[in-house]
């Protein structure tokens, strides 16, 4: 099956919205793709034109995008291209879809901090494991000698 990949570096233009199917988890989100060229007459860099995606992302990776991706962020998308044509309306539309693989903030435009994700069950017998295993550390507090009076 010939599958077009690629890899697309821009901004979360839209809130991502995530939705709970039952074929599973995604989350859903339109991307910004400005291309920049220098113009030796202006001696600047430009703008070119903007393409949007929708970018589709699916159990896992469509639940952390959720948790990580906000309006505005620069991130780095890498999937399947998928070109949709329809008629909605009378009209006719023609869409590009990324069903995404992976999806990461740029990091040469600013820091990220990675936390790994576990399940919620294994999560919950995680936490109680470590609770039994390690020490407390909180200190008893003195008891208090009444007051004579």
């Not at 906000?70 to 991130?75: F, L, T």
């Not at 399947?80 to 309306?89: A, I, N, T």
Request: charged fraction near 20%.
């Amino acid at each position: 099956m010939n599958e077009t990949l690629l890899t697309v570096v821009g901004n979360v233009a839209t809130t991502p919205v995530f939705r709970e199917l039952p074929t599973g988890p995604v989350t859903r989100f339109r991307l910004a793709v400005t291309a920049r060229r220098f113009d030796a007459g202006q001696g600047a860099w430009v703008d070119s034109h903007t393409n949007f995606f929708t970018v589709w992302a699916w159990g896992n990776l469509g639940a952390n995008v959720q948790g990580s991706v906000s309006v505005g962020e620069p991130v780095i998308v890498q999937g399947r291209l998928k070109v949709r044509d329809e008629e909605r309306g009378g009209q006719h539309w023609t869409s590009a879809d990324i069903q995404a693989t992976a999806v990461g903030h740029d990091l040469s435009r600013g820091t990220a901090a990675f936390r790994r994700a576990t399940a919620r069950k294994a999560a919950t017998a995680t936490e109680a494991q470590q609770a039994r295993d390690e020490p407390s550390f909180e200190i008893e507090p003195e008891a208090q000698p009444e007051p004579v009076g």
